[in-house]
């Protein structure tokens, strides 16, 4: 008989230690070693208590095992966790008429990643251009904005602006045509009979929290609706109550043809992405033309039907407009007091912090020394995208914490 070697508990350093050289080194870490959470809380293996305003890139968007999530996911776990597409399964339905009826649209994919859900209506709208649009084969395009982040894969790194994300793995997919974010007449130019679909994010978290002038989404339907192309909303971060609306397309008032949905739609405890689409468009698919072995599987079904349910009330919704002004007063509170700038909708902000006080990262660094665990984007950006669960009291306490580090950077 073997016996498992007992390893001795591992302080957090020691596990930052570890990792060196045998984890591939794509992510770079802020220095917190994560063992228990609950909420807007995590801890340390230390016991350290930091408060999560980074909410796992929206993925976390109902705190940490919120109780209803935990209790879908564990009554599941009971049942039945994975048929395959091969056989039916007794939650998929449901999930799917729910996520329907939340977005208004008629048709779901059910995927497992963001990235899977891009590559998914990247797929469909080809298809549809070639089925229905009646484009040329092998000639259709997809336009897309600058600054984008769809994902990691091949395809979607193909049409990314961000050099770090795309040199050294070409060669990459052609069809894509990169115009200028938040710029209408760029996209109607780029927009030809060849173009299966415009792909935006309705607001750019990755670049900042870049939010477009109002009217562009409405632009953006207007202009798809008359080239007869598809409008494709990837919210796979700005949906799902980020914003303080279901879908950031709400505030205009839009509803794409397609929308990428992930993150929070897995409830922070299993990956579950979707393509939501009019019918039109994803009866385009047949049998063998697109699958996953693990979309649409009853555990992330059940997970997905509780967070949909969560949402039906209203209740995040509400909590991200409600706070998101506290947070937009209190980050008004210090520009020029170590903030250049903010860009803020619902819970979510990119904050511009002054070059002279500190980078991004190690305004995040201090943060962290503080209890206060944000993330750096780009250079001296940090986003502010905490559970829309915290309270005010919470809300104002990161708050606090920012100012104090800005004023002894300072
Ligand atoms: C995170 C993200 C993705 C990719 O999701 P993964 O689950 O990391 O593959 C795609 N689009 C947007 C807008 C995202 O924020």
């Given at each position: 008989m073997t016996v498992a070697p007992v390893r001795a508990a591992r302080s957090s350093a020691e596990l930052i230690r570890a990792e060196e050289p045998v984890l591939a080194h794509n992510y770079h870490p802020l220095p917190v070693v994560v063992a228990r959470a609950e909420g807007t809380w995590v801890e340390d293996v230390e016991g350290r208590r930091y408060l999560d305003m980074l909410a796992g890139y929206s993925a976390l968007n109902f705190g940490h095992r919120h109780p209803a999530l935990i209790e879908a996911a564990h009554r599941q776990l009971d049942q039945l966790t994975l048929t395959s597409r091969a056989f039916h399964n007794d939650?998929?339905?449901?999930?799917?008429?729910?996520?329907?009826?939340?977005?208004?649209?008629?048709?779901?994919?059910?995927?497992?990643?963001?990235?899977?859900?891009?590559?998914?209506?990247?797929?469909?709208?080809?298809?549809?251009?070639?089925?229905?649009?009646?484009?040329?084969?092998?000639?259709?395009?997809i336009v897309v904005a600058a600054d984008n982040f769809h994902g990691r894969t091949t395809t979607i790194v193909s049409f990314?602006?961000?050099?770090?994300?795309?040199?050294?793995?070409?060669?990459?997919?052609?069809?894509?045509?990169?115009?200028?974010?938040?710029?209408?007449?760029?996209?109607?130019?780029?927009?030809?009979?060849?173009?299966?679909?415009?792909?935006?994010?309705?607001?750019q978290g990755e670049a900042g929290v870049v939010i477009p002038d109002d009217g562009y989404l409405r632009g953006v339907r207007e202009l798809t609706r008359r080239a007869g192309c598809l409008f494709i909303a990837d919210e796979i971060q700005s949906g799902l109550g980020r914003t303080g609306r279901t879908l950031a397309v709400e505030h205009e008032a839009v509803v794409p043809d397609v929308l990428l949905l992930g993150k929070a739609l897995g409830g922070g405890i299993v990956p579950v992405s979707a393509v939501v689409a009019r019918r039109?468009?994803?009866?385009?698919?047949?049998?063998?033309?697109?699958?996953?072995?693990?979309?649409?599987?009853?555990?992330?079904?059940?997970?997905?039907?509780?967070?949909?349910?969560?949402?039906?009330?209203g209740e995040f919704q509400r909590r991200a407009e409600e706070l998101g002004m506290e947070l937009r007063v209190g980050l008004t509170a210090l520009v020029g007091k170590g903030v250049q700038g903010f860009r803020a909708r619902g819970l979510w902000a990119g904050v511009d912090i002054d070059p002279a006080i500190g980078t991004g990262r190690e305004i995040s660094e201090r943060l962290m020394r503080e209890g206060v665990l944000v993330k750096d984007t780009h250079g001296s950006t940090i986003r502010l995208a905490p559970p829309l669960t915290i309270t005010t009291d919470e809300l104002g306490q990161a708050l606090g914490t920012l100012e104090k580090v800005l004023t002894e950077g300072a």
């Amino acid at each position: 008989m073997t016996v498992a070697p007992v390893r001795a508990a591992r302080s957090s350093a020691e596990l930052i230690r570890a990792e060196e050289p045998v984890l591939a080194h794509n992510y770079h870490p802020l220095p917190v070693v994560v063992a228990r959470a609950e909420g807007t809380w995590v801890e340390d293996v230390e016991g350290r208590r930091y408060l999560d305003m980074l909410a796992g890139y929206s993925a976390l968007n109902f705190g940490h095992r919120h109780p209803a999530l935990i209790e879908a996911a564990h009554r599941q776990l009971d049942q039945l966790t994975l048929t395959s597409r091969a056989f039916h399964n007794d939650r998929l339905a449901q999930f799917a008429e729910s996520l329907a009826e939340l977005t208004g649209l008629d048709m779901v994919l059910p995927m497992n990643t963001g990235a899977e859900a891009v590559e998914s209506g990247i797929k469909v709208a080809r298809k549809w251009a070639y089925d229905v649009k009646g484009v040329a084969p092998d000639q259709a395009t997809i336009v897309v904005a600058a600054d984008n982040f769809h994902g990691r894969t091949t395809t979607i790194v193909s049409f990314s602006t961000d050099e770090t994300a795309r040199a050294g793995f070409g060669p990459f997919t052609p069809g894509f045509r990169v115009v200028p974010y938040n710029d209408l007449a760029a996209l109607e130019a780029a927009i030809d009979e060849t173009t299966a679909a415009v792909l935006i994010e309705p607001i750019q978290g990755e670049a900042g929290v870049v939010i477009p002038d109002d009217g562009y989404l409405r632009g953006v339907r207007e202009l798809t609706r008359r080239a007869g192309c598809l409008f494709i909303a990837d919210e796979i971060q700005s949906g799902l109550g980020r914003t303080g609306r279901t879908l950031a397309v709400e505030h205009e008032a839009v509803v794409p043809d397609v929308l990428l949905l992930g993150k929070a739609l897995g409830g922070g405890i299993v990956p579950v992405s979707a393509v939501v689409a009019r019918r039109e468009v994803l009866q385009v698919l047949r049998p063998g033309e697109h699958g996953s072995t693990f979309g649409g599987n009853p555990l992330a079904a059940a997970v997905g039907s509780a967070v949909v349910e969560l949402l039906e009330t209203g209740e995040f919704q509400r909590r991200a407009e409600e706070l998101g002004m506290e947070l937009r007063v209190g980050l008004t509170a210090l520009v020029g007091k170590g903030v250049q700038g903010f860009r803020a909708r619902g819970l979510w902000a990119g904050v511009d912090i002054d070059p002279a006080i500190g980078t991004g990262r190690e305004i995040s660094e201090r943060l962290m020394r503080e209890g206060v665990l944000v993330k750096d984007t780009h250079g001296s950006t940090i986003r502010l995208a905490p559970p829309l669960t915290i309270t005010t009291d919470e809300l104002g306490q990161a708050l606090g914490t920012l100012e104090k580090v800005l004023t002894e950077g300072a």
